[in-house]
Nanobody, 128 residues
Framework: QVQLVESGGGSVQAGGSLRLSCAAF????????MGWFRQAPGKEREGVAA???????SYADSVKGRFTISKDNAKNTLYLQMNSLKPEDTAMYYC??????????????????????WGQGTQVTVSS
């Protein structure tokens, strides 16, 4: 059974930082493509960042320079370091994983339906 469990969300003031974690159980991150997605009420799910098995990354334009996706294969954990947070970053954040297909990591970030495994989400709220 595959489980992805997010943690690290919370409420912060604009300009603050958070680090989200996604621990995998019954799944190996080392051979997977992984991503962080977010969804705010009334809005479509957005691909925030993704990373492939070789470490190549893709970021949404809105978070470039502020967010960093990384993974720790030994701990089977995915991270999203979020700095300089803005109110528009407020959303439920989900981690996702899948085997890496013949698609670019940028394509995978933009296409959440490719991912087969999802966590339950962790809420991030940024106040002004």
């Amino acid at each position: 059974q595959v489980q992805l469990v997010e943690s690290g969300g919370g409420s912060v003031q604009a300009g603050g930082s958070l680090r989200l974690s996604c621990a995998a159980f019954g799944y190996a991150y080392s051979s997977s493509c992984m991503g962080w997605f977010r969804q705010a009420p009334g809005k479509e799910r957005e691909g925030v960042a993704a990373i492939d098995s070789d470490g190549s990354t893709s970021y949404a334009d809105s978070v470039k320079g502020r967010f960093t996706i990384s993974k720790d294969n030994a701990k089977n954990t995915l991270y999203l370091q979020m700095n300089s947070l803005k109110p528009e970053d407020t959303a439920m954040y989900y981690c996702a994983a899948n085997h890496c297909p013949r698609k670019s990591i940028a394509t995978m970030r933009r296409t959440p339906v490719i991912f087969g495994y999802w966590g339950q989400g962790t809420q991030v709220t940024v106040s002004s």
